[in-house]
């Protein structure tokens, strides 16, 4: 029936033992593997390798009919036709510890798996059993290959890569290091052996999947390292070296970036992009411990939550507050003290290991570009580092726990008192039968609060941090203001070892002045100018409790172009204008649409909570005529009406009849997108062309001879390549494949005459159409 060995079957035994009675998850499931039951019907000898050459009662993997006797036969089939009870077959195969038999494969697709007990214990839909593998594993049944069964380490399947059709869905890195956390948690509310889990070779090419794509991976570090060239040896020596603890980081590269719109430069930090594997592994663990313990308020660097999220609650809860108090941490990432970062991590985990390898990822460093020399420093994360914004919130944790007590203490009464100069206009206009007096007193109550604004007896606090960017809200008075920013301030530095910049947090009143957070405008409406609409059929009148303003910057949105260089100033009167960007006029005419339709659809994405969201059109309009005076520049057509003319107002590319997709209307829908991670206007704007998303390879044979050793080749960006073109120092087959493929499976020897230009015109062009 092609049951596989029992020393393959066990080879996965590290997750559990082997006695257990529960649905093991194995490569070799499939169609051909009989279930526990059946087994113990038919037999057991015929699961058994009694010679201990992996071979399962013949040489081909397949199990043979020919070693059952008659005698087997006819007493296999009496046990087949007798009823048994199935707890019984079960209870007999978990006490039968001597005989070692492959587990069973999971259920195929469409059908539920069998739960242990009532109990809700085994393996759940949301639950792994203790030892066990998540079936969502599985990638193709298991067909017997003529040499035998074969494992996941000779396939090279990857359980953590992209799904595809074919696939189906599969567990991403942070849902399987969720599940295996819990088996690392002690008795005392702390983990242990957080270690096995990341230096386990499978993870850490789920981590790889998970960062591979980021242009950024491509830069060198300080060893000239990239991911150009990786292979699976490379992951199990890496594992191997984490289970000793002889993983050591190395220092970062440290370059000189000019700032925006300024002469100063500021410094940044290049690690080694085969290390950002392992703080990638380092960062999926350490969130599934602290996830559960991060408070509602918190939203950045957070799964389900962003910007949006935060924003939202802004909207829906800021409108009632009157002070708000906008914090700015003095460089809260290179600040935060090493021993406070250690301090956090040991009071959840004991794992010795793993504090260690955050402690070398701490203390890297980084080396000096003039004098050459390492310097290590006791303060601030690693600059660049996934790792970074998760350890500036597990620090800020605190100020959040403290702003929660805060505001339980704060918040008081249920509604505010009526406002007394309210009350007696109210009570003069039903007392008086004079038509004009009563219509004077409604005037005075519509321009008088209802509610007391200085009611001692109601309080009220609202609190929202994105990173190292925080926002205070409260109804009450200023004084209680600055009272809370100096309790925040002596927090932050007696606990979180940070400086509240006291110069920069200001204070300021939200229906007088305008608040810039998270990059959007956000205001209250004055409480008198509010609205007053009718109370259904009736002729009464009410005032309408509006929520609170949140627009879109549309200046400083128009400037962000001018920094990227789609619009600049005109020389006569200084008014901001489109112009074309000649970088782009090299690339071809569909590249170039998307380009900007990148832009616009990401800047409207982002923008679409916007109350004044009708004003981004003159943000789009910019994008459109700068997309036209670039294919103008390149087709040398001169102006934007003969580059219309000839190609549509949407620009389309006569070869693929696809052109910019405009906005009909930009109607205010007040949509908060919370379920997934918008990115930044600063980020869609600042993004680079030509970081396509690629499909992995690793795990594939060589694009060239098929052999299955394999490494991956990477392709930093196309402009790189084009760089190299000018000064000759690259073939144009080599740009071809760049461009069309920016990870490719080579073998060694077909890798190296790559980068030394050795491979013919026939084998540059099966790269190129390589997909």
Not at 261 to 280: D, F, M, N, W, Y
Not at 641 to 667: E, I, S, V
Not at 749 to 757: A, L, T, V
């Amino acid at each position: 029936m092609g049951l596989p060995s029992s020393e393959i079957s066990l080879s996965w035994g590290v997750y559990g033992q082997d006695n257990e009675f529960d649905t093991r998850i194995r490569p070799e499931k499939g169609l051909h593997t009989l279930s526990r039951i059946c087994r113990y019907v038919r037999g057991t000898p015929s699961c058994r390798d009694t010679a201990g050459d992996g071979v399962v009662n013949g040489s081909s993997g397949r199990a043979s009919t020919s070693n059952f006797s008659k005698k087997d036969r006819a007493s296999n089939r009496q046990s087949a036709q007798r009823p048994k009870n199935t707890r019984e077959v079960a209870s007999k195969q978990q006490k039968n510890t001597n005989v070692e038999q492959p587990r069973e494969g999971t259920a195929q697709s469409g059908r539920t798996r069998r739960s242990r007990n009532s109990k809700g214990e085994g393996n759940q839909p949301n639950q792994i059993a203790k030892g066990t593998i998540p079936d969502t594993f599985h990638e193709k049944p298991y067909v017997p290959s003529e040499n035998g069964p074969e494992t996941a380490k000779s396939t090279g399947r990857n359980p953590f890569r992209k799904p595809t059709r074919k696939d189906g869905w599969r567990t991403g890195v942070s849902t399987y290091a969720s599940l295996m956390v819990k088996d690392c948690a002690t008795s005392q509310g702390k983990y242990n052996g957080l270690i096995n889990i990341i230096s386990d070779p499978e993870f850490l090419i789920g981590c790889y999947e998970a960062i591979k794509g980021k242009p950024g991976n491509m830069t060198p570090g300080i060893n000239n390292e990239t991911l150009d060239g990786i292979d699976r040896t490379w992951f199990e020596n890496i594992a191997e070296s984490l289970k000793k603890g002889q993983f050591e980081f190395s220092p970062a590269r440290r370059v000189q970036i000019p700032k925006p719109g300024k002469t100063e430069k500021r410094p940044l930090g290049i690690a080694s992009p085969r290390e950002k594997i392992v703080q990638k592994a380092l960062q999926v663990v350490l969130e599934a411990i602290w996830e559960p313990m991060f408070l509602d308020s918190s939203h950045g660097f957070r799964p389900k939550r962003s910007c949006h999220s935060a924003l939202k609650t802004l909207y829906l809860k800021g409108s009632h507050h009157s002070w708000a108090i906008q914090g700015d941490i003095t460089k809260c990432f290179d600040s935060i003290p090493h021993d406070i970062i250690m301090k956090r991590l040991s009071k959840k985990i004991t794992c010795q290991r793993t504090l260690e390898l955050v402690n070398k990822a701490l203390s890297a460093g980084y080396v000096d570009p003039v004098s050459g020399k390492i310097i290590r420093e006791k303060t601030g994360t690693p600059q660049g580092s996934v790792l970074s914004p998760l350890l500036c919130n597990i620090v800020l944790h605190e100020l959040d726990k403290f702003m929660h007590k805060l505001q339980e203490r704060y918040n008081k009464g249920s509604k505010r008192q009526e406002n007394i100069a309210y009350r007696k206009a109210r009570q003069r206009r039903e007392r008086s039968d004079n038509k004009e007096d009563r219509k004077l007193q409604l005037a005075i109550m519509r321009q008088t609060p209802k509610g007391d604004p200085m009611d001692p007896g109601f309080r009220r606090l609202l609190y929202i941090r994105f990173a190292d960017d925080f926002l205070i809200l409260i109804a009450g008075t200023k004084n209680e203001a600055i009272r809370i920013k100096k309790e925040v301030s002596n927090l932050l530095s007696q606990k979180c070892g940070l400086e509240l910049n006291l110069s920069k947090t200001t204070i300021t009143h939200t229906a007088s002045e305008w608040i810039y957070f998270l990059g959007a405008m956000c205001k209250n409406i004055p409480r008198l100018n509010r609205p007053f609409v009718k109370s259904g059929n009736s002729t009464t009148y009410r005032r309408v409790h509006t929520r609170m303003m949140i627009f879109a910057p549309i200046e400083k949105l128009l400037l962000k172009l001018k920094k990227r260089g789609i619009a600049k100033r005109s020389s006569g009167h200084g008014i901001l204008r489109p112009t074309a960007l000649r970088g782009l006029t090299g690339m071809g005419h569909a590249d170039i649409i998307a380009f900007y339709q990148q832009k616009i659809t990401g800047i409207l994405n982002y923008y679409s909570f916007a109350g004044n969201r009708a004003n981004l059109s003159k943000v789009v309009w910019f994008l459109h005529q700068s997309c036209a005076l670039t294919l103008a520049l390149k087709y040398k057509l001169k102006t934007i009406r003969r580059t219309m003319n000839k190609f549509g107002k949407t620009l389309a590319c006569p070869n693929t009849k696809k052109g910019l997709m405009l906005p009909h209307n930009l109607r205010a829908t007040h949509y908060f997108n919370t379920t997934a991670s918008v990115p930044t206007p600063e980020a869609i704007i600042k993004i680079s062309w030509a970081n396509k998303l690629t499909k992995t390879g690793l795990g594939k044979i060589c694009a060239i001879c098929g052999t299955t050793t394999v490494e991956m080749h990477h392709v930093r960006s196309v402009k790189e390549i084009r760089a190299r073109i000018r000064t000759g120092e690259v073939t144009y087959e080599k740009w071809i494949g760049a461009y069309k493929r920016k990870q490719i499976p080579l073998c060694v020897d077909h890798h190296q005459k790559y980068h030394k230009g050795e491979l013919n015109r026939e084998e540059m062009s099966t790269i190129a159409n390589y997909t």
